[in-house]
């Protein structure tokens, strides 16, 4: 009895069992996200399917039920035969990837079929799952183009461009690197970007450029490496890496790109050295020029001399006086083209240095006014000149304020006709001071005006006006203005004249001080000044001994560096009016010679040089010279010079 009951429990526990067990399978398949058909292994007729089967394709149920599978339209493509079942029967399993399959709707839909033949309640079935993979698809699709499309965006990159993986094998190169670095693709891919070109890519930047990027996940960029290959020569090149993906820990990827930048390099070291040999052109030019000005002008100055003192003595001869003046005012001309030839290479290098002090405008526009009083005086214009009752001061360099001046002046000269006005006007304006230059000339022409201030730019020129000028000026007059942290303005309309405007910034004036006694000025003691004048151009030595002897001094004179050192412990001269660029041995040279000698040291040693940059000046300043005047010199400076240095002999 007890037994009957023990076996009916069994048997009922498994039913239950068997009851959940089914009605589990159940839930499962009919909320499955896969579409499940269920076939009879003995008719090869469908027996089930699931709702997800029907929504996915459209059909009902009833058009499933007891029809074999390739007897639906839907399926045709996997067989179109009984075959399919007699081969599902003896492998037990069939899978289709990417079968097109269209809903009764029309819709294409992309699905996976696999097939199986399972025991279920002691009868053999066959459970078809047919999953949809259409956005799978679309997905792997576009990836296959993004893929394609960065494979052929690579190809046709003109920089040479490798895919590393993380092991720095190469992955990928194209054309552009084959061909710049002379590998092939077999030599390249898969192998480590050291061992590239039988190792000549084992380049220690490179290990530390690719290690940065791995071990920090970071991108570098234009990354400058040097190299020398065995089979290319040097080569410069920059390098950009970056990790790929950018936000990973660990990189799948390093993409690098290798930009040749030799050529680039070496058409810069070829325009440095064409630079530095454009500067020593200009200065060369320069000296040459200078050479001939100086006696030129040394005679100009003999001429208005006599001419002085013959007046003074009653005897007048205006031609004489007048060919004197044209001479000196020419040469200046000549010497404003020379100083402007010169500035060029200035303002393209940003080589122009200030000496700063505290100063008064009044002052800088006095003296521009004066430079520029000939030339005003010459084409018979009215300047007006308008300066403010108190003083501007300014931080400023007094001798580059008044080349902003005299430049912007000489070009209102050179523009206006005969018998033109030209106003000069100053005045304080807030914390600023205002600078206009007027004129009636011919104005600026519309096209011209944006680029007014650009180096070389002119206006047009008739024939029957020669201004003059290289187009330097005006660029000179922006670039010393900015340096001033001031600005310039112009406005012009064609044939009514031009306004340019300067706006420097003011510093309050200095702090009175007590005047202090007056101290009486030393004055030249004449005879007993021993001058010794030493050029290689004899009209030079001959006008400036002319002029020095003029001036109530003793002159010796000397025409190369072999002899001066000579004549010089020979003489024992208060002051050497000495050239540097002598044949044999130069300026440089005899001084530092001369500095030597103990009898010598109190000599005022004075450069007389066609040489006027910053570097010549510096040179002469080591070489022993306590001055360094520029020729064609002014010679009141020489006298300036002269009235400075003691009467009596040196030791």
Not at 184 to 202: F, I, M, P, R, S
């Amino acid at each position: 009895m007890d037994g009957n009951v023990d076996d009916h429990s069994d048997r009922r526990r498994a039913e239950d069992a068997t009851k959940y067990s089914e009605a589990r399978y159940r839930r499962l398949f009919e909320k499955a996200k896969d579409g499940i058909l269920i076939l009879d292994t003995d008719t090869g007729k469908i027996i089930d399917a699931n709702p997800f089967m029907t929504t996915l394709l459209g059909y009902s149920l009833d058009e499933f039920l007891g029809k074999e599978l390739w007897q639906i339209g839907l399926f045709r493509d996997i067989r179109e035969s009984q075959a399919a079942y007699r081969e599902l029967q003896e492998k037990g399993y069939v899978r289709y990837e990417n079968l097109p399959l269209e809903s009764r709707s029309g819709q294409k839909v992309e699905v996976e079929f696999v097939s199986n033949v399972y025991a279920e309640n002691h009868h053999h079935v066959i459970q078809c799952n047919i999953r949809d993979i259409t956005d799978r698809r679309k997905t792997e699709r576009a990836l296959e183009k993004a893929l394609a499309f960065s494979d052929d965006l690579i190809a046709t990159l003109r920089e040479p461009f490798v895919v590393l993986d993380g092991e720095l094998r190469v992955k990928t190169a194209n054309r552009s690197f084959y061909d710049a670095f002379r590998v092939t693709k077999a030599e390249t891919e898969n192998c480590l970007v050291y061992e590239l070109g039988n190792g000549q890519w084992d380049i220690p930047a490179l290990r530390k450029l690719l290690d940065e990027v791995i071990s920090r996940n970071q991108t570098v960029h234009d990354f400058e490496v040097e190299h020398s290959f065995p089979s290319l020569g040097r080569k410069s090149m920059l390098l950009n890496a970056r990790p790929f993906p950018p936000d990973s820990k660990h990189p799948e990827l390093i993409l690098l790109a290798v930009e040749d930048v030799s050529a680039v390099r070496e058409r810069a070291d070829e325009l440095a050295e064409l630079d530095r040999r454009k500067d020593e052109f200009l200065a060369m030019l320069s000296h040459e020029l200078r050479n001939p000005l100086t006696p030129i002008l040394n005679a100009a100055v003999l001429l208005r001399l006599h001419s002085n003192r013959n007046r003074l003595n009653g005897v007048e001869n205006p031609v004489l006086q007048q060919s004197a003046s044209i001479i000196e005012r020419q040469v200046g001309q000549l010497r404003r083209i020379v100083d402007e030839l010169l500035e060029v290479s200035r303002i393209s290098t940003g080589r122009i240095h200030l000496h700063k002090e505290r100063m008064a405008l009044s002052g800088v526009v006095d003296d521009a006014v004066a430079t520029v009083r000939s030339l005003i005086d010459q084409r018979k214009h009215e300047l007006t000149v308008s300066l403010p009752a108190q003083a501007i001061w300014l931080y400023a360099d007094a001798a580059r304020l008044e080349q902003v001046v005299v430049n912007l002046l000489t070009n209102a000269a050179k523009y206006t006709v005969d018998g033109g006005r030209v106003w000069l006007t100053v005045h304080p304006e807030g914390d600023e001071a205002v600078l206009r230059v007027r004129d009636t000339g011919v104005g600026i022409a519309p096209a011209i005006l944006p680029r007014i201030f650009d180096l070389f730019t002119q206006g047009e020129r008739s024939l029957d006006r020669a201004q003059g000028g290289l187009g330097i000026g005006l660029a000179l007059v922006k670039r010393l203005v900015e340096m001033h942290a001031g600005t310039v303005a112009v406005s012009s309309f064609l044939g009514q004249g031009s306004e340019f405007v300067v706006r420097l910034p003011v510093v309050p004036p200095p702090d009175p001080r007590p005047p202090s006694p007056e101290t009486e000025q030393a004055q030249p003691a004449g005879p007993s000044l021993r001058v010794l004048v030493v050029d290689d151009n004899v009209d030079t030595v001959t006008t400036l001994a002319m002029l020095v002897q003029e001036s109530g001094h003793e002159v010796r004179t000397a025409y190369d560096g072999a002899g001066v050192l000579e004549a010089a412990l020979d003489y024992r001269p208060n002051v050497v009016l000495l050239d540097i660029g002598l044949p044999g041995l130069n300026g440089f040279e005899v001084a530092k010679r001369i500095r030597q000698q103990p009898a010598l040291n109190n000599a005022v040693l004075v450069a007389m040089t066609g040489y006027g940059r910053e570097t010549d000046r510096q040179r002469s300043q080591e070489a022993g010279f306590d001055h360094h005047l520029v020729k064609p010199g002014d010679f009141g400076k020489v006298l300036e010079i002269l009235a400075t240095v003691p009467a009596s002999p040196p030791a």
